[in-house]
């Protein structure tokens, strides 16, 4: 009974990657996909629950298709991801044309509920009884975003409890796989022309928790260091707490791994980071960040940061404008804190205004642009090895790749270029991207 299948994504690497996984399964299933909603036969909307915008968006998108199901009863519409197991059965509520609802770690079962909605017209639901089929079976993804750069997931979960977070809930306890499975994806996605791979999880430096024998993501980088034809290698998202001297000296040793560590400290004051039960303090953080810089030359440091956590003050705030001016941050996240039902913090008084909120926003990301432009202007005249991603979007003449440092660099080409290496001399900066010369 196969057909047609349009997918939506929203949030995160993670949600990219799920994404991939779901069309995979699908196709093997034997459907096609479709950038058309009208001509699908399946709609699927893999949503995000960090804030409540996501949400919303994904909720405005899926209710607009009220008409086309209306007009086309047959179509399956299905919510799935973050929000679906944030929200469960209260989606076929609020939307009754969604006839299929599936958390992060159900995903393995939508092709079989799609089957039987369509088969019964009945509503299809799993949320419950957290199961790693899903991330087992991660490897067999045929439908990739990209062939040159790929997502592989490491880990999945969060066995943290960060006061304002809610994918604990969403995706469950913290589940690494094997070493040897990941490297044997990797192996298959460089035997197909993978140069780049970005290893994911939510705490990716907590990697190898509760694996026999022992690793942690310092031996993980080793071994999917020694796979031939992969010459980068990412990783996100690291926790403060689990930088370790192995995770540093990896980072120092191993040529493929990018000097890049996206390392969210999410505010500069002790208060507010102990009410956000982050488990570090500043002070702490400052020193991973100098050991890292002491240890690994050229290492560039990515943040995100929340502002207008509940209580936090102008005299906070300026404590996190201080962190970022002192860390100096190659680029920063920042997002207006978004109470989240069920998580800790939802229990306290959102009490700075959405005004406010909106100002010390401003004021991080303008004093960022700053340093983002001073640290880009700086490496004018240098030449640097870029991947590179494809022509960039407002001009087809033009291609865009990027360093190992993840700096965006834009530069004039005859041809298309993706998935090459080419060694740039860069020669302009902005705020947000490098414009190169090749030679
Ligand atoms: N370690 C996770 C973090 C997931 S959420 C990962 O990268 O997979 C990504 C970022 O969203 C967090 O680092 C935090 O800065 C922000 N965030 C999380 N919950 C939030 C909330 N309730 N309001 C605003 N921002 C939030
Ligand atoms: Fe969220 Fe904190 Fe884990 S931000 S994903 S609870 S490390």
Known sequence: MAGKIYLETFGCQMNVLDGDLILSRMMDQGYTTTDRRDEADVILFNTCSVRLHAEERALSNAGLLQNLKRRRPELVIGIVGCMAQNRRDELFR???????????????????????????????????????????????????????????????????????????????????????????????????????????????????KGLKPAIDLGGLLRRVHEVPGIRRIRFITSHPSFVRPSLVEALRDLPKVCKYLHIPPQSGSDRILKAMRRGYAVEKYLRIADALRENVPGIELAADWIVGFPGESGEDFEESARMLERVRFQNSYVFKYSPRPGTDAAGLADDVSEEEKKRRNRTLLDLQDRISLE???????????????GPSKTNSRRQTGRTDTHQIVNFEAGQDLRGRFVTVEITGATAHALAGRVD
């Open 94 to 208: 609020m939307l009754p044309h969604v006839q299929l609802v599936v958390g992060p770690r159900k995903m393995g079962a939508i092709p079989r509920l799609v089957e039987e909605i369509r088969r019964t017209g009945l509503r299809r639901i799993a949320v419950e009884d957290f199961d790693d089929e899903f991330i087992d079976g991660c490897d067999a993804v045929s439908a990739r975003s990209t062939q040159f750069q790929a997502y592989v997931k490491a880990m999945e979960g969060c066995d943290l409890n960060c006061a304002f977070c809610i994918v604990p809930t969403t995706r469950g306890s913290e589940t690494s796989r094997p070493p040897g499975r990941i490297v044997e994806e990797v192996r298959r996605l460089a035997d197909r022309g993978t140069v780049e791979v970005t290893l994911l999880g939510q705490t990716v430096d907590s990697y190898g």
């Open 375 to 389: 640290k880009n202007r700086a490496r004018v005249g240098q030449r640097i090895e870029i991947l590179v991603e």
